[in-house]
């Protein structure tokens, strides 16, 4: 069952959502917190205790709401509706930045964070895209909290920029029938199915997320694929070949002329490998010293010369079987 608690802020039930959220969750135990950033009582917990704290929901108030300049498929990164996940994806970020706390947490104050949007959408001279799920899937929020949908009608209102977002899940039928006015990005993650299954714990199936996309183009959204996080595990070479032929495949004819690509090698961190060991002891190992070296204080990154290899190998492929698709950028 999820939630099997909640841990709030107070100060969320003086927010409509918030009392929304106190009703709809009334049949778990509610626990009291200063702060939705600093939960001591988690923070304690050992490291087996990660999955059986993804269960947990915490909900708060968002505080800051500072855009970070971006240069790749956005113009900002947007503080937004939520923060990490229920997922267990083992290389994610957040448990990095989180430590063991990259539970789901929630933010009531969703008509402040959209009315800023909307302010500077409309003071810009161009159209701007925010990049609102980067601390999270909205997707899988919005089976939740109904967030997602709520956002995009909302922002169908203004007049310019647009919205974009990444998600590693298939339940988009919700937002097909939305007024979009095509200001909507939904980027597509995807890994061969036996990664999805190995490290992307909880998350769709490889064929359910390509559906996806494809049913999101045909209800008009703009949409693009992101190949994230690329693992280098034994046989990849052959998995992502896989992946590149059933992408090719499966994809709708419109959706690949549609289309744009995003490539983004994997990056590791003694955290993960601390948490992995602790919290899924029979999961695979994603540190390799063959291939990695240091970035940063208690990071890794593929070698200068493995990204290298790989990044040429799924271009080659790329070439081969969507080669009318741009790359708009490999990191």
């Known amino acids: 069952m999820y939630p099997d608690k909640v841990f709030y802020e107070p100060a969320v039930l003086e927010y409509e959502l918030g ?23 988690l923070r304690k917990n050992e490291n087996k205790e990660f999955a059986k704290m993804k269960k947990h929901l915490i909900i708060g108030v968002r505080k800051s709401l500072k855009y970070v300049p971006n ?57 701007l895209v925010f990049e609102i799920g980067s601390n999270s899937d909205l997707v899988l929020e919005n089976t939740i909290t109904q967030n997602l949908e ?26 097909l029938e939305l007024r979009h006015r095509k200001r909507i990005i939904m980027r597509m993650s995807v890994n061969p199915q036996e990664i999805i299954r190995k490290v992307e714990f909880g998350t769709s199936d490889l064929t359910s997320r390509i559906n996806a996309l494809n049913k999101m183009c045909d209800a008009g959204y703009k949409v693009g694929l992101l190949i994230a996080p690329v693992v280098l595990v034994d046989n990849w070479k ?14 709708s004819e419109k959706a690949k002329k549609n289309l744009f690509i995003e490539i983004i090698f994997m990056t590791y961190s003694y955290v993960h490998r601390a948490i992995n060991k602790d919290a899924f002891p029979k999961a695979v190992e994603l540190f390799d010293k063959s ?37 708009i950028y490999v990191v």
């Open 19 to 41: 009392k929304q959220f106190r009703e709809k969750f009334n049949h778990v135990p509610w626990i009291p917190i200063e702060s939705h950033n600093n939960i001591e009582q």
């Open 150 to 175: 709520w956002t995009i009608e909302k922002f169908s209102e203004s007049e310019k920029g647009f919205l974009t977002f990444p998600t590693k899940f298939d339940m988009v039928e919700p937002l």
């Open 238 to 251: 052959a998995l992502y070949k896989r992946l590149i032929e059933q992408l090719s495949d499966q994809l």
């Open 71 to 127: 240069h790749k498929v956005s113009d900002f990164l947007v503080p937004y509706t939520s923060s990490g996940c229920s997922a267990m994806c083992l290389y994610c970020y957040l448990v990095c930045n989180y430590n063991k706390c990259s539970y789901l947490r929630l933010f009531v104050n969703r008509e402040q964070m959209m009315d800023k949007l909307i302010k500077t959408a409309g003071r810009s001279e161009k159209d």
């Open 291 to 327: 291939l990695m070296t240091g970035r940063g204080r208690g990071k890794y990154c593929y070698r200068e010369d493995v990204r290298a290899e790989g990044e040429q190998f799924l271009r080659e492929q790329l070439s081969k079987k969507l080669s009318h698709v741009p790359i």
